[in-house]
T-cell receptor, first 112, second 119 residues
Framework: QKEVEQNSGPLSVPEGAIASLNCTYSDRGSQSFFWYRQYSGKSPELIMFIYSNGDKEDGRFTAQLNKASQYVSLLIRDSQPSDSATYLC????????????FGQGTELSVKP | GAVVSQHPSWVICKSGTSVKIECRSLDFQATTMFWYRQFPKQSLMLMATSNEGSKATYEQGVEKDKFLINHASLTLSTLTVTSAHPEDSSFYICSARDRRGAYSYNEQFFGPGTRLTVL
C-alpha cells in the first residue's frame, strides 16, 4: 500500500522561528510532491510542489526532497501566527491518473 | 489562475433526500476532477476520480450507487449524495487537475468545499 507519513503534531514554534515539517513516502515511483496548507474549516491550498532532488524556495517557504531517503520536508522561515494551520504532504506519480496520496497532516501552531 | 468553485458551500437536508454538489474549474479546463471527503480532525479521503466524458473511478469502499458522479464537461463535475443519512454528514471537497498539465506533476487545485449536514 502506497503511503505518505507525517507527524500529526501539534508542532508548536514561537513567532519568528523556523518551522520544519517532515514527510516520508513509501512509493519509489512517486515523482512529484506537494505541500498544502489547510486552515480549520477550509479546503487545502497549494503552497509548493517539488519534483527534483534538492531545495526549492518560494518566499518564506523552502521545500526539500531527497528521493534516496524518500523524504520531503517544508521549512517555513520567520513563522507567523497566520501560518498556524494543518500542513498536508502529498505524493503523485504519472502512472496514477493524477491521483495524489495524502499524509494525515501536521498541525502547526505559531505562538505570538 | 487555477480557481475551482463549489456550490453550495453548505447544505442541510433531511435524511433520505438527495443532495447535488457542483464543482467547476473557472479559468482552466480540467481533464480530471477528484472528490474527497473529510471528517473532523482527519485527513482527506479520496472518494473517486472523475474524467470528462467517462465513468468515474471509485475508491475501494465507496458506494458508487450512493455517490453519483457526473463529469459532463471539462469545467464541471457533480457529486450527488443519494438517500443521504446522518453518517454522510461531512466536508466534501473537489479538486481539479489542469488539462495543460498532463505531465505538470499532477498538482490539484481544490474547491472551497461543501459542508453537508444530514438531519
Amino acid at each position: 500500500q502506497k503511503e505518505v507519513e507525517q507527524n500529526s503534531g501539534p508542532l508548536s514554534v514561537p513567532e519568528g522561528a523556523i518551522a520544519s515539517l517532515n514527510c516520508t513516502y513509501s512509493d519509489r515511483g512517486s515523482q512529484s510532491f506537494f505541500w498544502y496548507r489547510q486552515y480549520s474549516g477550509k479546503s487545502p491550498e497549494l503552497i509548493m510542489f517539488i519534483y527534483s532532488n534538492g531545495d526549492k524556495e518560494d518566499g518564506r517557504f523552502t521545500a526539500q526532497l531527497n528521493k534516496a531517503s524518500q523524504y520531503v520536508s517544508l521549512l517555513i522561515r520567520d513563522s507567523q501566527p497566520s501560518d498556524s494551520a494543518t500542513y498536508l504532504c502529498a505524493s503523485g506519480a504519472n502512472n496514477q491518473g493524477g491521483k495524489l496520496i495524502f499524509g494525515q497532516g501536521t498541525e502547526l501552531s505559531v505562538k505570538p | 489562475g487555477a480557481v475551482v468553485s463549489q456550490h453550495p458551500s453548505w447544505v442541510i437536508c433531511k435524511s433520505g433526500t438527495s443532495v447535488k454538489i457542483e464543482c467547476r474549474s473557472l479559468d482552466f479546463q480540467a481533464t480530471t476532477m477528484f472528490w474527497y471527503r473529510q471528517f473532523p480532525k482527519q485527513s482527506l479521503m479520496l472518494m473517486a476520480t472523475s474524467n470528462e466524458g467517462s465513468k468515474a473511478t471509485y475508491e475501494q469502499g465507496v458506494e458508487k450507487d450512493k455517490f453519483l458522479i457526473n463529469h459532463a464537461s471539462l469545467t464541471l463535475s457533480t457529486l450527488t449524495v443519494t438517500s443521504a443519512h446522518p453518517e454522510d454528514s461531512s466536508f466534501y471537497i473537489c479538486s481539479a487537475r489542469d488539462r495543460r498539465g498532463a505531465y505538470s506533476y499532477n498538482e490539484q487545485f481544490f474547491g472551497p468545499g461543501t459542508r453537508l449536514t444530514v438531519l
